[in-house]
């Protein structure tokens, strides 16, 4: 008989979550920036500047959208989650489209979930009628997942949109009516 030694249990995967603050535009430009450089999950090419995610924290708390983060107890941040305007003319005015980004290390253990769950009810609070979710069309099986764990119905598919690492690339989008 061969016996296989026991792993030792994992250590409990402990966080907060929180209102964005500027302190944590660093490591959220630092999260965010990883994806751009690695992924299809993200359609931008170009890294964001800190100039840029400090002017994009302003106009989302002008607006009073949600913009959330999840930080370990010793205070390192493990992940995000925000909603911004699905389009910039008066009428759209209550909805939005949903971003969740995780830390590499925090990929995998229900943290993503736990941040939409928290998006979306930080979205109702604020008086949001629908969130649109735009997700790439390979690479992103679990976020199609996860949003439709959480009640978001595909609307449509765009095809061939982007082009990213000479691929063409498609979309896949989602929407829940928050009501």
Known sequence: MHLRPVPPPEAPFEYS?????????PYIREIYNYYVANSTVTFDEDAMTL????????????????????????GQLLGYALVSPWKQKKAYRFTVENSIYLGAASTGKGLGRVLLAELIARSKAAGLKEIIAVIADQGADA?????HDFGFEEIGRMGKVGFKFERWLGTVLMQKSLK
């Open 143 to 147: 976020s199609i997942k996860l949003h």
């Open 51 to 74: 100039a840029e995610w400090r002017d994009k924290c302003a106009y989302l708390e002008r607006l009073g959208m949600p913009f959330i983060v999840a930080e370990s107890p010793a």
């Open 17 to 25: 979550l929180r209102d964005a603050t500027a302190a944590d535009l």
